[in-house]
């Protein structure tokens, strides 16, 4: 398995917010995490990227431990974290934004940038205007792409969807599913849009209380009664 998590615990202080979660991530593959508020996604996020400690548990991620690394050591492993909120220097333009993704990297590719501008084309047109003037879809954007100026093999996304119009978020997910074919990343999404992420992911994962509560093929989850009744609304999916 390329991502393996086992009987990970993770919290702040001493609230526990996850409770001894287990489950795996193949190569190229997209697991969608959805659940309630509060249920530990961000949490869990944050504990893959380093940005939080685990209480216990391990994380294995292509056959090396990384559990408790520093971010910036987990960072040069190739996973990238999209942080909720879209997260930009404000004052900074848009390229100096996206340069600051390859910041430490030894090998830098001068091709990324042209990359990054061939997803999101609209970051070319305003690469030297202030980050801090983007739309919110523009700042979501940016802060993916700043992620993908680095060598990039999974990919952290933590509400994508958050805050943008539903024109937007379709539009977003069209970026992605291109960019993971041809890329070939993994990607680990977090996404309170059930819907759109379970349509988007190969599987998916319910996460309630700090707790698996269901796993399975994406499509199947799709269909199944009490995901459609708790997170899909029946009339958000027909069967």
């Not at 994380?59 to 999209?82: A, C, F, M, Q, W």
């Not at 390229?95 to 990297?105: I, K, Q, T, V």
């Not at 990039?152 to 993971?180: N, Q, W």
């Amino acid at each position: 398995m390329f991502l393996n998590v086992n009987d990970l615990s993770a919290g702040y202080g001493d609230l526990i917010v996850l409770r001894e979660i287990s489950f795996s991530l193949n190569s190229g593959e997209t697991l969608a995490i959805i659940g309630p508020n509060g249920a530990g996604k961000t949490t869990l996020l944050w504990t893959l990227s380093g940005l939080l400690k685990p209480k216990t548990g391990q994380i294995l991620y292509n056959e090396n431990d990384i559990t408790g690394l520093d971010p910036s050591r987990i960072v040069k492993t190739g996973i990238g974290h999209v942080i909720e909120g879209m997260h930009v220097f404000s004052t900074l333009c848009v390229e100096d934004n996206l340069m600051l993704g390859s910041y430490g990297e030894k090998n830098k590719n001068p091709e990324k940038l042209q990359t990054v501008y061939k997803y999101f084309p609209v970051l070319k047109n305003k690469r030297k205007q202030q980050a801090g003037s983007l739309s919110g879809g523009e700042k979501q954007m940016l802060s993916i792409g700043r992620t993908l100026m680095r060598n990039l093999k999974l990919l952290l996304l933590d509400e994508p969807s958050a805050g943008l119009a539903p024109l937007l978020v379709d539009h977003l997910f069209e970026i992605l599913t291109e960019m993971r074919r041809e890329m070939q990343i993994s990607i680990l999404l977090v996404e309170q849009n059930a819907e759109a992420a379970l349509h988007f992911a190969n599987r998916g994962l319910i996460l309630a209380q700090g707790k698996i509560k269901l796993e399975g093929n994406a499509k199947d989850l799709l269909t199944n009664e009490d995901v459609k009744d708790i997170y899909l609304g029946r009339r958000a999916v027909k069967s």
